[in-house]
């Protein structure tokens, strides 16, 4: 449905969370904190995956690659969020709201298709423990990697050109923190049914074939996981899946509540504090889920630090 009072946008206004002001301030140093956590908790994995030879298996270059996404993702939002909180002018240009959902849409799908990645990567390591380093051969890995990020790129690509086609009105005031496309799509002025048919298309089967995808890998390390019948080797599978599994519950968990199944009964305030979820927690607490969990990654530390202390 195409409105009237068409207008040329040059910004438009993020009204950020609905947080009271005499509260802003302890929100502000709040979100500081997980900024700051997310990044150094990232950073110290990928330091870690690079500095122990140890490491160097694809499980590792996927959370590496997984671990720069959550840096990159949080970066997106964080600093202007933070900005704005301390700020009167809430406004972000054209051009940089555009910038913002495309790299936002970039990193999460990015997100999502290494979640698969490892997935794939668990499902071969249980399943065909003999042929796993034939399976899983460092071609294959970097394949894997390249291949979600152009696929991410020109998805994120192709949603941004569609946007960038429609005519905004008056009205543009965004009651989020960030540049949702779904909100950016309710200010369109023009005709939005190709930039809906591509949204539900493309990304229903975005979500759900990857999130399928997982589920199945699942399945089958379940049913593998009854077919063992030591003890130590079921922990084993458990502990070894159960990092994975974590980040896997916290992601889809919020994106499918948002986007898949979307209630009528959401208000604002809730798919505020579900985005919060999947945009600022998730990457704060991966590198939580996967070194407190990880034994592989406190050794490595261990290691590094050991090195680190005998060349002083």
């Known amino acids: 449905m195409i409105k009237n009072n068409q207008t040329v946008i040059s910004h438009f206004l993020l009204l950020g969370l609905p947080i009271p002001q005499e509260h802003h301030y302890l929100f502000y140093a709040l979100f500081l904190a997980m900024y700051l956590t997310t990044i150094l908790g990232n950073l110290i994995i990928i330091i ?130 960030f540049c949702d496309i779904s909100a950016l799509l309710k200010l369109a002025c023009s005709d939005i049914y190709i930039n809906e048919l591509m949204m539900i298309i493309l990304g229903g089967l975005d979500i759900i074939i990857p999130f399928f995808l997982i589920v199945v890998s699942y399945i089958q390390i379940v049913s593998s996981i009854f077919k063992l019948s030591s003890t130590r080797g079921i922990h084993k599978v458990f502990s070894t899946c159960g990092s994975h599994l974590s980040v896997v519950s916290l992601f889809y968990g919020t994106i499918i509540g948002i986007y898949i199944c979307p209630s009528a009964n959401n208000s604002i305030v809730v798919e505020i504090i579900m985005a919060l979820m999947y945009t600022v927690v998730t990457p704060m607490l991966n590198p939580f889920i996967y070194s407190l969990r990880n034994r592989d990654m406190k050794e490595a530390l261990i290691r590094v630090l050991c090195k680190k202390n005998n060349s002083l």
């Open 48 to 177: 870690l995956i690079i500095l122990d030879i140890h490491l160097h298996t694809p499980m590792y270059l996927f959370l590496s690659n997984l671990s720069f996404t959550d840096l990159c993702f949080s970066s997106v939002t964080m600093p202007k969020l933070l900005q704005n909180m301390q700020s009167q002018d809430t406004s972000i240009s054209y051009i940089g709201c555009l910038t913002q959902m495309y790299f936002l849409m970039a990193f999460a799908n990015m997100e999502n298709f290494l979640l698969v990645a490892m997935a794939y990567d668990r499902y071969v390591a249980i399943c065909f423990p003999l042929h796993y380093t034939s399976i899983m051969s460092p071609k294959l890995c970097v394949f894997l990697v390249v291949l979600s990020w152009v696929f991410t790129m020109l998805y994120s690509l192709l949603h941004t050109l569609l946007l960038a086609r429609l005519s905004f009105c008056e009205d543009n005031m965004i009651p989020h923190f």
